[in-house]
């Protein structure tokens, strides 16, 4: 196991790459190497490493480490954590407007936490919005209400809300 100063090194944009989720057809798919993406799903999650996440997210936030950590909430070693992860996305105060989609998929996730926190990444989100985007986001969110327990239809009215006014603000 690596120590906190050794995980450091993982925020050095110069030395990681990740995989660009809703990048363009045509686009190069850089190459993620799995012990950094452990490494960071580790920083971000474990409790040991409780004293130096908040520099992490600071980190991240800097050097624009976003598709890093987009691509750790993907990957299947954040199972069970990846509510942690979504959560540092609003935590590091980066804008993740332009990755709506992808986040209206979590919020629409069984997990009750993800979903939590997913909402919470989606209220924190700063635009600009395409207005497909937000329709699109709507009618799924609407239809998903259809299907669930009435405690997570409040989650989901909330986030119909959210939406609603970042449609009529655009």
Not at 99 to 113: G, K
Request: with cysteine; glycine share 4%.
């Amino acid at each position: 196991m690596e120590n906190s100063d050794d995980l450091k090194k993982y925020f050095n944009s110069k030395e990681y790459s990740t995989t660009i989720i809703g990048q363009k057809d045509g686009d190069e798919i850089p190459e993620v190497n799995q012990d950094k993406l452990s490494a960071i799903i580790s920083l971000l999650t474990d409790t040991s490493n409780k004293d130096i996440r908040e520099e992490a997210l600071i980190t991240l936030k800097k050097d624009k480490g976003e598709q890093l950590l987009l691509t750790a909430i993907a990957s299947p070693k954040s199972a069970g954590k990846q509510h942690l992860l979504v959560a540092a996305c609003w935590e590091s105060e980066i804008n993740f407007s332009k990755y709506l989609p992808f986040f209206i998929l979590l919020a629409l996730s069984d997990d009750y936490l993800v979903s939590l926190e997913t909402i919470t990444t989606i209220e924190n989100m700063e635009g600009p919005f395409e207005k497909d985007q937000l329709q699109n986001a709507i009618k799924k969110v609407k239809e998903k209400q259809k299907e669930i327990s009435s405690e997570r239809v409040v989650l989901l009215n909330d986030l119909v809300v959210t939406l609603d006014r970042y449609l009529q603000n655009g």
